[in-house]
Nanobody
Framework: VQLQASGGGLVQAGDSLRLSCAAS????????MAWFRQAPGKEREFVAT????????YYTDSVKGRFTISRDNSKNTVYLQMNSLKPEDTAVYYC??????????????????WGQGTQVTVSS
């Protein structure tokens, strides 16, 4: 599976962005999908995950109520709607395909294909 993330950019605090992750080479419809991020000088961290059919989602506490993960299996694409962005959201955002279909798996090793990342920069 090849994953292509897009939609990042430079925005001001309080603005919104919508990230997209388009998959090719294989359907992602049976897999959970997730977004991770890595800020400068920090380890990559989990952001959000969605189950194979979109029926369940899970978010890290710092983005709950602001970010929404969704998917369109007919388009083999996953999205991350980010609202009320904060400077601390600045990072490279990566999408990933899960080894499993459930949202209970949220470690790096639970995901086997990764996109190239898209930069999100939020200025104060």
């Amino acid at each position: 599976v090849q994953l292509q993330a897009s939609g990042g950019g430079l925005v001001q605090a309080g603005d919104s962005l919508r990230l997209s992750c388009a998959a090719s080479g294989r359907t992602i419809s049976g897999s959970a999908m997730a977004w991770f991020r890595q800020a400068p000088g920090k380890e990559r961290e989990f952001v959000a995950t969605i189950s194979w059919n979109g029926g369940a989602t899970y978010y890290t506490d710092s983005v709950k109520g602001r970010f929404t993960i969704s998917r369109d299996n007919s388009k083999n694409t996953v999205y991350l709607q980010m609202n009320s962005l904060k400077p601390e959201d600045t990072a490279v955002y990566y999408c990933a395909t899960g080894r499993y279909s459930s949202v209970i798996y949220r470690r790096d090793q639970d995901f086997n294909f990764w996109g190239q990342g898209t930069q999100v920069t939020v200025s104060s």
